[in-house]
């Protein structure tokens, strides 16, 4: 029975033998969930359209799993379990009969392409050995207990982290690529996929982890709720990461230091991205929004959203051009912008989204100096705000630059570039320094050295820097009359 396969009934009512009753309240309560799930009129009968959204082509995975990220709203739920580790690995170890080996190894690779643009996954095919994920394309019973049912009906299955992340497809279904006839196998996998990473079905309708299949779409991209669902699954793997950017080169920073293999060249990783950026930063949608003169560039992973570069008056009004830094506050969630000594709070909930109050002294940050070069909000909880070679932390929650030992500013080539030629202290007159950024750009294009502690600015490179949490009150306390 439908309802019992997916969730909404007991399992034991989908054995004929198990001889179990259900009462017509049962019943009703059971049909009323699964039209809430599929956005139907909540009726509690089995009415035309209810039965027609059952007769849908589906994901096989159960709707009722896992927990809901807000009861309150239409949202994404996860399972519960995780990948403990961000290197995973995969293997075709079927494939399917209507599609080439190379066809179907290209959209398997796009598949899981999806969720590393997002995310601080990778995913390395193997052809043999054990791996994390491993792919089937079967008929009917193929050893699970889940058989498949021909074509339509359940088109692939797929368990959570917790029972090993392999996905089955039906290979009775008629897959193909990049066309509106059978059934679309990049969709599905991709869908299937989130199962694998540990996401369960969303009810969302124009999510793709909505368990429903909805044909081919050419222009195909996540929905918001499927990328804020998969950063909280990978947020406990975070690995830190970061990327520097000065001029026309771009760094990875790890833990320890510069990721081997860098400095690479921006174009050839953001492609159509200029270099000399003025600031970024990612937006808890799952963009990357990248700023220069005028001009904004808005990336999904690392590539350009269709119609940018736009003018920042037009996606960004109230801010001004030429800005210095950008940032998203953990305290509110709202986008601060910086320049000269002045600083813009952007809320694009409101309009307009830029209040007549500002622009606001910088000196309300207390402790941070004026013509900063970037800014960024940290997996710890802090703020840092950098300046030719220093750098200040900024405690979110006293609203002030934090006291340390050796006190702020610091030197941003020892403590976050693995300069150790470099002094940990930082006391040194800054008005030198106050046009950081030109420092940076006079470079000229040659390959810069690791050491160099001018930095045009940083972004988190996995897009999952807590920035859109709910805050305490001691933090918006804090920072009432300042940001207010």
């Not at 991209?221 to 830190?240: H, K, M, P, Y």
Request: charged residues 25%; aromatic residues 14%; contains cysteine.
């Amino acid at each position: 029975m439908y309802l019992s396969q997916f969730g909404y009934l007991s399992p034991i009512i989908r054995n004929p033998s198990s001889g179990m009753l259900m009462s017509e309240e049962t019943l009703a309560r059971a049909v009323m969930e699964f039209q809430n799930f599929a956005g139907l009129n909540l009726t509690g009968h089995l009415d035309d359209d209810t039965l027609h959204m059952m007769t849908l082509p589906r994901c096989g995975v159960r709707d009722k799993v896992g927990f809901a990220s807000d009861s309150r709203s239409k949202r994404y739920a996860l399972q519960g379990s995780r990948w403990r580790v961000k290197d995973l690995t995969y293997k075709i170890s079927k494939y399917p009969r209507v599609l080439g080996r190379h066809e179907t190894d290209e959209v398997v690779r796009k598949a899981f392409q999806v969720w590393s643009d997002v995310t601080p996954l990778t995913f390395t095919a193997k052809k043999s050995g054990q791996v994390h994920i491993e792919i089937r394309f079967e008929r009917g019973e193929h050893g699970d207990g889940d058989p498949f049912d021909g074509p339509g009906g359940t088109l692939a299955h797929a368990f959570f982290p917790v029972y090993g992340g392999d996905a089955h497809f039906d290979d009775a279904e008629k897959w193909t690529v990049n066309s509106y006839k059978g059934t679309n196998l990049f969709q599905v996998a991709a869908h299937e996929f989130g199962h694998s990473l540990g996401l369960s079905h969303s009810d969302e309708r124009s999510a793709l982890m909505a368990p429903f299949y909805r044909g081919y779409e050419p222009s195909f991209s996540l929905d918001s709720d499927d990328i804020e669902a998969i950063q909280a699954v990978t947020s406990v793997i975070n690995s830190f990461k970061f990327i520097s950017i000065s001029g026309l080169h771009y760094w990875k920073l790890t833990e320890e230091s510069i990721a081997e293999g860098y400095p690479k060249l921006i174009s050839k990783s953001w492609i159509g991205l200029p270099g000399h950026i003025d600031a970024a930063f990612s937006y808890k949608n799952g963009k990357t929004y990248f700023f220069k003169g005028s001009k904004y560039w808005r990336y999904t992973g690392k590539t350009m959203d269709e119609g940018y570069p736009k003018d920042i008056s037009e996606g960004f009004t109230g801010i001004p051009d030429n800005i210095d830094a950008a940032l998203v506050w953990s305290g509110n969630g709202k986008i601060y912008f910086f320049k000269g000594s002045k600083f813009w709070k952007f809320d694009p909930s409101q309009k307009p989204p830029v209040k007549s109050t500002y622009p606001k002294p910088l000196s309300n940050w207390e402790g941070v100096p004026d013509n900063i070069d970037a800014a960024l909000h940290y997996t710890n909880g802090y703020t840092y705000f950098f300046k030719g070679s220093q750098y200040w932390r900024f405690n979110d929650k006293t609203f002030s630059v934090d006291s340390a030992d050796p006190p702020f500013p610091r030197n941003s080539g020892y403590w976050w570039f693995g300069c150790r030629s470099a002094t940990k202290g930082s006391q040194v007159d800054l008005s030198s320094s106050s046009n950081g950024g030109d420092l940076a750009s006079s470079s000229g294009d040659h390959e810069p050295s690791p050491s160099n502690q001018y930095y045009r600015w940083l972004i988190k490179s996995d897009h999952n820097t807590n920035q859109n949490q709910d805050v305490g009150d001691l933090i918006l306390e804090a920072a009432k009359k300042r940001l207010s």
